[in-house]
């Protein structure tokens, strides 16, 4: 018998168990893979070589407290910093953006006169509104919080009037009211695309609108591998006397007279005062009696795939002909010709093809931790969009060859040679995202993110205080929940504080 019984041992759902162990009460965790972490893991896929099988980029948690407050340093996560933060590219040239944004506009203004500036002057128009939607996610949803702190508080301060119309612009033309240099502006909107919603799509601007923030949490990642903070949450809730279960497929919620009352795994009940699902929510609904699922989970949208990845092993060191030095391995690439490349990217999409000529984010994070790959060689993965889970010709199983020579047919822009030294490779498609990690569609962020499943609307308005609404005990997080995917951590937290506040007042269970 547990306090808490949860469902799925992704980021988010280790993230609200540690919490609630370390509030004293019983934790069990239940998760189908033999690895803990859901899309935040790691694994030698290639003999001396460890791969990231999701998430890579540490960047949403470094604006959290969910680190120093669970003392994840205690129980072996070490972040190592990344700067420069990205590296951004055309093919024929190159700039950085550093964590200092003084440094990144001073650099920027030496490469495009006027370009420093607009990016100075960018940064300081939006940090304060940035920092108001950082400070949103961090808390439960609703109308009145979100108008607290983006509208009427420092968000858009008393230029309110003048800023709201901006935000509910699109972000490539927000983009380009403040970059006229396409290889300055390219990059940031392929950077603000990573969020799902084209550079066309009306109120998508504050997928831009987050960039400031990249000064003020950097980028980082766990020594080892972005798995590494997954462990050190495992490590944390044993600690605490809590218990993660692997291998321990979750068939069903059990559901008493209205009340979630625990878990079936290989058969066998589990019970406990509370049931926590981390699952994506359609999964989360498939295990419920069909008399609790309501209408509203076959409206949520998931969309049509999202993007693929190729995770490449390499014999010797990436180097990128646009620029000598080791900068441009430390952090994220951005590579973009131009802006086009994303539009035809994603109009290739919407007709059910994937894209032939995909902009990338390159990531060799072996520049800054030796661990991930033998010496002298190199991890290099290749994340592209956009590509279609339901393609209108062929298979996955078909296509997937043709997918993995485009990415590298892109690639070949930076290092020509990049075929010669791969001896390993994974192909992530979006067949493979939903089959490894339960992600219908393969969609990386479970729902679409556009505005109309965001914030007290994700993953529907009568669910947003991560409460299922027809079961009593039934808790919810993930990156179906507010405030959507990325390695952030932000959901867990904020469904420990319902699930505390809960067992605390003896409602749960009663």
Known sequence: ???LVVVGAGHNALVAAAYTAKAGYKVGVFERRKLPGGAVSTAEMVPGYRFDLGGSAHILIRLTPVVSELELAKYGLEYLELDPLFHASDGEGSWFVWRD????????EGRFPGQGEAYRRFIGDWLPFSTAVKEAFLSVPSPLELGRKMVWGSGLGKDWRRRLP???RPYGEVAAEYFREEQVRAPLVWMAAQSGPPPSDPLSAPFLLW??????????????GSGELARALVRMIEAHGGEVHLDAPVEQILVENGKAVGIQVRGERILGRAVLAGSHILKTAQMLPAAYVPEEVRKVRVGNGFGAILRL???????????????????????IGSEHELSR?????????????????????????PSLAPPGGEVLWLWAQYYPYRLTRGTWEERAPEV?????????????????????????TPAWLESEFAMPSGNVMHLEMSLDQMFMLRPWLGAAHY????????????????????????????????????????RVGG
């Open 1 to 3: 018998m547990y306090d």
């Open 101 to 108: 944004a003084e440094r990144t506009a001073q650099e920027l």
């Open 166 to 168: 901006q935000i509910l």
């Open 211 to 224: 960039h400031p923030l990249y000064h003020v949490g950097g980028v980082a990642r766990p020594r080892g």
């Open 313 to 335: 092993a390499l014999k010797e060191r990436l180097r990128y002909r646009t620029h000598a030095g080791d900068e441009a391995r430390t952090g994220l690439g951005l590579l």
């Open 345 to 369: 990217a994603y109009g290739e999409y919407l007709m059910g093809e994937p894209t032939t000529r995909p902009p990338l984010i390159a990531m060799s994070f072996s520049a800054v931790d």
């Open 404 to 428: 993995r020579d485009n990415i590298l047919s892109s690639f070949e822009r930076w290092d020509p040679d990049i075929r010669s030294k791969i001896v390993g490779e994974l192909m992530q």
């Open 467 to 506: 409460r299922w609404p027809t079961v009593k005990n039934l808790y919810l997080c993930g990156a179906s929940t507010h405030p959507g995917g990325g390695i952030m951590g932000a959901s867990g937290r904020n469904s420990a504080r319902i699930i505390l506040r809960d067992l605390s007042r003896r």
